[in-house]
């Protein structure tokens, strides 16, 4: 298992397709980029496909529920294209979200994990958002995973599932030490909500987390014309890490790459040798009365 990782995490800007070449083209550039520049592991954000709908008629992309189901035909597609671009860059690439038809005909925010080979797997999303659940019906996921790499096991927490801690907890005693985070949000709170609660998993589980942003308008969008955030790279808040748990960030709504060089040999040490345990004094909450009284 490789110790140390270079990560990429896009602020990915949401634009309107010329056709599928021109998709094609863009995340060829992007992928091209992050690896010329020695990343690994590359994260894309949440709904950052949604620019697809842009390539059907407007009264598809302008309908929240006519979308969802004309891009189930451009997602075989879409796998083949980041599988091919995992191999051709011998690198772990996770396609930001998905919405996928299953097979009950509701629709879940899938994150495809790419590894060097073109194998895929997924995460779904298991806490939705009010827009998820009341204007798009788009439905939640119901497990928890953790994926082997090179690099060791690693998470994914879909933009709000950042925010309940019991998630990540779950995909960290499972032996993750990298949990990714894509997110799509449409206001400065939202992007906040996600980047706290990102910083928070890295604080009490002493574990890398990875976030990455959409940026950009597309007004033409009823799912994604608002994209405001930044990406951003979080540790542990101890002995060789950043005083601020920040290891790296982008600048926020620009399009761009943020990089950062991981240790993941630092992580266990930080468990073992840190000035606090948080990791290892998480069972210690066990022992709280059940109410304040």
């Known amino acids: 298992m490789t110790s140390r990782l270079r990560v990429a995490a896009a ?4 634009e309107f397709l010329r056709d599928w070449a021109h998709y094609a083209a863009k995340i060829d550039c992007w992928i091209g980029e992050a690896a010329n520049a020695g990343a690994g592991m590359l994260l894309f954000p949440e709904y950052f496909s ?8 407007p009264e598809v992309y302008g309908s929240l529920s006519a979308q969802l189901h004309a891009l189930q035909d451009l997602l075989p597609g879409f796998l083949q294209l980041f599988a091919d671009q995992a191999r051709k860059n011998k690198a772990s690439i996770c396609a930001g979200s998905f919405p996928v038809r299953v097979g009950d005909g509701t629709f879940h925010n899938r994150s495809y994990l790419f590894h060097p080979d073109g194998r895929s797997e997924f995460q779904e999303k298991l806490q939705m958002t009010r827009f998820e659940n009341e204007q ?34 779950r995909q960290v005693e499972a032996g993750a030490d990298i949990v990714l985070v894509p997110s799509c949000t449409d206001t400065l709170a939202g992007y906040w909500r996600v980047r706290v609660g990102s910083q928070a998993r890295a604080l009490e589980n002493q574990c890398y987390v990875v976030h990455s942003s959409t940026v950009g308008s597309a007004p033409w969008s009823p799912a994604v014309d608002v994209n405001i955030g930044a990406a951003a790279v979080y540790t542990p808040i101890d002995r060789g890490f950043p005083d601020d748990g920040v290891l790296a960030s982008g600048t926020l709504n620009a399009g761009q790459w943020v990089y950062a060089d991981l240790d993941l040999a630092a992580i266990a040490d930080v468990r073992r040798n840190g000035q606090v345990f948080n990791y290892r004094d998480w069972g210690g909450q066990s022992r709280l009365p059940d109410r304040a009284d």
């Open 11 to 14: 602020q990915y800007p949401i």
């Open 50 to 57: 949604m620019e697809l709908a842009s390539l059907f008629a």
């Open 136 to 169: 798009w019906l788009i439905e939640a996921g119901t497990e928890i995973r953790t994926f082997a790499t090179e690099f060791g096991r690693i998470g994914i927490a879909i933009c709000y599932d950042s925010e309940f801690p019991l998630i990540a907890r």
